[in-house]
C-alpha cells in the first residue's frame, strides 16, 4: 500500500505494469494528466490511449472552454464541445483542468468590439467566469482563471482587460470564479516561469499582492513550453526550476505543470535529439516531483499527430513523448525516470 496524491490508498504499486500515471501517483503526485480536444474523438487509435488511465488520470481541454467558443454571443452559451471532453473524462474517472476564463487571446467579437467602459468590463467578465464555473461546478478539478498575464519582464501584460478595468479584472474574474464553483482551484496560467527569471518574479509578486488583498488564489500554472536542450543543456536550470517551484509553495499555493511539450527547432529530429529531449522532460518531471507542492504534470498533447507545434513554429515540432504514429519516444522513458523513486 502506499499513499497516493489525493489522500486515499493505492494498491500495490504493479511494476510490471506501471504507466505514466501510476509513475506519478507513486511519486505522491494528484495525475499525470494531457491536453486533448473533441475533433480529435474520431481517431479510434488516439481515442483508445486518451482513455488509458494507468498513462493519463487527468484532461484539459485545449481549445473548447476559451471564451470564444463557450460564449461566442453575450448570455449564448455553447458547451457542445466543452462537455464532450468532460464526459470523456467522467467515463474514465479523469480529473479535468478547466481552461480558461480570461486571456488576451479568443475573445469573442462581442467583448472584443463592446467598448465596455470599467464597470462593465468588469461585469462582463464577472458574468462570464461565474456562468461557465457554475455550470460545471462539482466537476472541475481546476480552473485556469486568468492566462497568460505577464510581460518577460514582470509586469502585467496590456490587453483588452487591462487596459479597460486595470488589475482589477484579476480580482473580478477569481472572486466570479469561486463563487461559482466553491471546490474548484484557482489558477493564473503562464508561459516562460519555470525558472526564476524577472517574469517568474513578477507572477510571485502578483499572487502576493493578491493574496495581501484577500482574493482567492490556489495555485499556479507553469505551462513549460520548452525547446529541446532549454534544461538538459544548462546546468543551473534544474535546481532554478525546483527553487522556483517552492518560492510558490512557500506562498502556501500548489503549482502544477500545465502545458509540458519540448519543440524540436530540426525535423527529423536525430536519435541523439530524441535522448537530449528524453532529458528535458527528466528534468522537468523530476523537479515537480521534488516539490512538494507540485501537484501534477499535463502534456500539452500527449502525441506528435495532434501537437500545436509545428502550425504555430513552422519548420519545428516532434515536441510530445510520443510520436505521429501513437509510438512511445524516448521521452516517454524520461517521465518515468523524472517520477522514479
Ligand atoms: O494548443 C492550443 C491550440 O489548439 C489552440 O488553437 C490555441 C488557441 O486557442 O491555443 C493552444 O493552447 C495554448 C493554451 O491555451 C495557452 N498556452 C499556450 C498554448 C499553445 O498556444
Not at 507545434?309 to 504514429?325: M, T
Request: glycine share 8%; charged share 20%; with cysteine.
Amino acid at each position: 500500500m502506499y499513499l497516493a496524491g489525493n489522500g486515499t490508498f493505492s494498491a500495490v504499486f504493479d511494476a510490471a505494469n506501471a504507466q505514466l500515471n501510476n509513475f506519478a501517483q507513486r511519486a505522491g503526485k494528484k495525475y499525470f494528466g494531457t491536453a486533448t480536444n473533441e475533433y480529435q474523438f474520431n481517431d479510434t487509435a488516439y481515442l483508445k490511449q486518451l482513455s488509458n488511465t494507468r498513462d493519463f488520470h487527468q484532461l484539459t481541454p485545449a481549445h473548447s472552454m476559451k471564451w470564444s467558443l463557450i460564449e461566442p454571443f453575450q448570455g449564448v452559451m455553447n458547451y457542445t464541445g466543452a462537455n464532450m471532453v468532460v464526459e470523456q473524462a467522467e467515463r474514465h474517472g479523469q480529473f479535468i483542468r478547466g481552461h480558461n476564463f480570461v486571456w488576451d487571446q479568443r475573445i469573442p467579437d462581442w467583448v472584443l468590439n463592446g467598448n465596455f467602459d470599467n464597470a462593465t468590463m468588469l461585469s462582463v467578465i464577472h458574468d462570464h467566469c461565474f456562468t461557465v464555473a457554475r455550470h460545471f461546478r462539482g466537476r472541475m478539478l481546476s480552473w485556469d482563471v486568468v492566462n497568460e498575464p505577464i510581460n518577460d519582464d514582470g509586469s502585467l501584460k496590456e490587453s483588452l482587460f487591462l487596459n479597460t478595468s486595470g488589475l482589477a479584472y484579476i480580482p473580478t474574474a477569481l472572486r466570479a470564479a469561486r463563487s461559482g464553483d466553491p471546490l474548484a482551484k484557482l489558477y493564473i496560467n503562464e508561459f516562460d516561469v519555470e525558472t526564476i527569471n524577472p517574469k517568474s518574479t513578477g507572477l510571485l509578486n502578483l499572487i502576493k499582492a493578491l493574496q495581501g488583498q484577500g482574493v482567492p488564489i490556489d495555485g499556479v500554472g507553469v505551462q513549460a513550453h520548452l525547446t529541446l536542450g532549454q534544461f538538459s543543456s544548462n546546468a543551473s536550470a534544474g535546481p532554478s526550476l525546483v527553487a522556483n517551484l517552492r518560492r510558490f509553495t512557500n506562498l502556501g499555493i500548489e503549482v502544477a505543470i500545465t502545458e509540458l511539450d519540448v519543440r524540436i527547432p530540426t525535423l527529423p529530429p536525430t536519435r541523439e535529439m530524441l535522448l537530449q529531449q528524453k532529458e528535458d522532460y527528466r528534468i522537468t518531471i523530476d523537479a515537480c516531483k521534488q516539490v512538494i507542492g507540485c501537484i501534477g504534470v499535463t502534456v500539452w498533447d500527449w502525441t506528435d499527430r495532434y501537437s500545436w507545434i509545428p502550425g504555430n513554429f513552422p519548420g519545428e515540432g516532434s515536441a510530445c513523448p510520443w510520436d505521429e504514429n501513437l509510438k512511445e519516444k524516448p521521452a516517454y522513458q524520461g517521465i518515468i525516470d523524472g517520477f522514479s523513486i
